[in-house]
RNA sequence: CGGAGUAUGGCGCAGUCUGGUAGCGCACCUGGUUUGGGUCCAGGGGGUCGCAAGUUCGAAUCUUGCUACUCCGACCA
């Protein structure tokens, strides 16, 4: 992408209405704009990052055996009658009217219209387990949204749904998804640590909040320092085995929220040395919770005896919208962002410091092309712009990799590489930064 | 939903107390200049002062009502 082509409204200035870091950069660097209380535009850098957690969710719930659908975001209030949630759910749930006067509301999570759709077609115990999730916005009408896309009304989640025949089949798809989820995190360059939590409104008795530690976290969390030192499952993770050992080793430390925190536990738990009490995200949520909807539903399967049962389900949540908020609440300095390499807006950046001066301009020009057509994500500054600006621009948006090219340093047969993460300066001949850059970009998307 | 605020050009703000025909910085446009960490000079465009009603010769400014947004709290992926 040529830069002189890019929709990227850069700020100067903070909005007044940010209070917090990742809402503040984010506006600064273009990524959003609020729309009204809660609700947003997602501009091109927003977007491409959005979509390439987007890509790191999918691929890790793909390897976990789960099917990509995708579900509408209206959804018909008969749906929810049926398992009683329309009731329930309160103020939160936006309620819409059709021009038939029928009751519809905008989706704020999917367990009755995936329930529907498995009852529609699955009556066999031999179809299970399975496991469907889509990537869709909901909507929650909370009463103070806040911190930009961290705490929206409108939001995208990755939710997806398991159906088992049992309870034992239904902790192994509980299970399956624990470990995706750890390494999904991972993979966004995270430490997210599972936790024990309340089921709240979805209901069931197994649940997990995955948390990852920042200052400005909304909750307290309470936990073991050696969970900070667990492995995470790797990426040939066999899902088709046993994964006990996986959930039962990062279950093994205490670690809760405030929710469900009490001081006697703690310290019963955790000896003092190793406790450790900070702010946290919250960026993923499972649930098991057995037959809650299946049974109102009569989501049912033939089991090997001919009878039918209700089937157990569970479901698993991750926020990539607040995920991309939460990315820069962890990676951030006064610059401005610092993306991991597999999530950044773009994987390089070539600077032309002086675009009238043609050595320049044809060198950056060259190199732009030559990473092109190594399949990275590169961006050329290509603008007219003072350099002091293109710098700036580069670290707000967190490149990780930025190639500076100008004539003083050509003239000495000079480029530099910077690296946004580190701040290391690295001088190489205009013929070598190509190879380095590559290879750097390389190492940090290999699978882990 | 309780409490506290804010609303003036794209962004950040002054002007409101004490009513008199709207201003600054950034951004934007033109010309020149400059080009290795947010150049400098000159000129220029852009505003129903959140909305409505009222008071007044005259309202961004005073009064009343409304709306939107923000912050703290309760609530939440």
Known sequence: ?????????????????????????????????????????????????????????????????????????????????????????????????????????????????????????????????????????????????????????????????????????????????????????????????????????????????????????????FTDKRILDLPTPPSDVDYSEDLSQWVDQWTAYHAVTDEIYEEAAFHENVEEEQRLQERGIEVGHIFYFGTKYSEPMGAKVAGPDGKEVPVHMGSYGIGPSRLAAALIEANHDDDGMIWPTIVAPFEAGVICLNIKDDDARQKSTEIYETLLGQNIDVLLDDTSERPGGKFAAMDLIGVPYQIIIGPKGLAKGEVEVKIRKTGEKIILAPDEVVNFVADKIQQDLQLI
């Open 1 to 221: 992408m040529r830069k002189s082509n890019l929709f990227l409204p850069v700020l100067k200035e903070n909005p007044k209405e940010a209070e917090i870091i990742s809402h503040r950069l984010m506006l600064r660097a273009g990524m959003i704009r609020q729309q009204s209380a809660g609700i947003y535009s997602w501009l091109p850098i927003g977007l491409k990052v959005l979509n390439k957690i987007n890509d790191i969710i999918r691929q890790e719930q793909n390897r976990a055996g789960a099917n990509e659908i995708l579900m509408p975001t209206i959804q018909s209030a008969d749906l929810w009658r049926e398992s009683g949630r329309y009731e329930d759910y309160g103020k939160e749930m936006l309620r819409i009217e059709d021009r038939h006067e029928r009751d519809m509301l905008f989706g704020p999570t999917n367990e009755e219209m995936v329930t529907d759709i498995f009852r529609g077609y699955v009556k066999s115990y031999k179809d299970l387990p399975l496991n469907l999730y889509h990537i869709q916005w909901k909507f929650r009408d909370e009463v103070r949204p806040r911190f930009g896309v961290m705490r929206s009304r409108e939001f995208l989640m990755k939710d997806g749904y398991s159906f088992d025949v049992d309870a034992d089949s239904a902790r192994n798809s509980y299970r399956r998804m624990f470990v995706s989820y750890l390494r999904t995190f991972k993979r966004l360059g995270l430490q997210a640590i599972p936790m024990a939590a309340d089921t709240g409104p979805i209901g069931g008795d197994l649940s997990h909040e995955f948390i990852i530690l920042a200052r400005t976290g909304e909750s307290e969390v």
